[in-house]
């Protein structure tokens, strides 16, 4: 119990490590505020956590939308009257040359992976320095902010955005007893592999999803991906009372990719 009575929101919770972050978090005693840009996907999970007995709130949102945010937080504040944890983990994927790439299709990806990033991070701050009580911002960032993948650049500026953007933050808000992370996976088993073209012929070649997975794991020394639950604790520590000391870095869960 770990999360006990805390109020706690987690973007992109629908799938992958947010849905498994959700979990994570309802089973340590957390108040679960569980959201994602489609309704019915967000209000299924808040079904499954609460047949699990956890306190969880769906909403959909859209991490793009600051009025959006506003009206969130506005709910939560009315309802806990506080929020001690935000994990902004909402993110697309997306590869192309920058050769090929449009201006919108950058723009989309720093949309998503920055731009929510900042306006969670915004509005999570606020609401923690009028209540006074402190917290914790844990943002998910991307070995792909560390490591240079060709062909990604979109999605490698993102997600070495929000590691500067997390660690200037914690230095704001020092004082103010809130505390800022990003945890950095690399491959990870979700959903957002099938969005990507080359992954459909990744399991083409290689006999399906599990063959397409562990061509990708080549460069990685424990030689996997990842499963969500495995990111999720990792998240679960830097919003814990045990990492009380832990601010402006990165918590990498990698498997050795960036070593």
Not at 59 to 82: C, I, K, N, P, Q
Not at 117 to 146: D, P, Y
Not at 211 to 237: D, K, Q
């Amino acid at each position: 119990m770990r999360l006990k009575e805390k109020v706690t929101l987690i973007t992109g919770g629908a799938s992958g490590i947010g849905k498994a972050t959700a979990f994570r978090f309802g089973r340590e005693g957390a108040r679960v505020v569980v959201t994602d840009l489609e309704e019915a996907k967000v209000q299924k999970v808040a079904d499954a956590l609460r047949e699990e007995g956890a306190t969880c709130e769906p909403y959909a949102l859209d991490v793009r939308s600051e009025s959006a945010w506003e009206s969130v937080v506005t709910d939560v504040l009315g309802r806990w009257g506080r929020l001690d944890v935000l994990v902004a983990n909402a993110g697309i994927s997306f590869a192309k040359p920058v050769s090929d790439m449009s201006l919108e299709e950058w723009r989309r990806v720093h949309a998503v992976n920055l731009d929510g990033a900042f306006l969670a991070t915004k509005h999570a701050v606020r609401v923690m320095r009028e209540t006074g009580t402190g917290g914790s911002i844990v943002i998910v960032s991307s070995a792909s902010g560390i490591k240079a993948s060709g062909g990604a650049s979109a999605y490698c500026s993102s997600k070495a955005g929000v590691r500067l953007l997390a660690r200037a933050v914690a230095l704001e808000c020092a004082a103010d007893g809130i505390r800022v992370n990003t945890v950095v996976p690399a491959g990870v088993v979700t959903p957002m592999w099938s969005d990507m073209p080359f992954f459909e012929d990744l399991k083409r070649e290689h006999g399906g999803e599990d063959g397409a997975y562990r061509v990708l794991a080549e460069g990685t020394p424990l030689g996997r991906f990842a499963e969500p639950e495995e990111i999720a604790a990792g998240i679960l520590y830097l919003s814990s009372d045990e990492a009380s000391y832990v601010t402006g870095t990165d918590l990498v869960i990698d498997g050795g990719f960036t070593v």
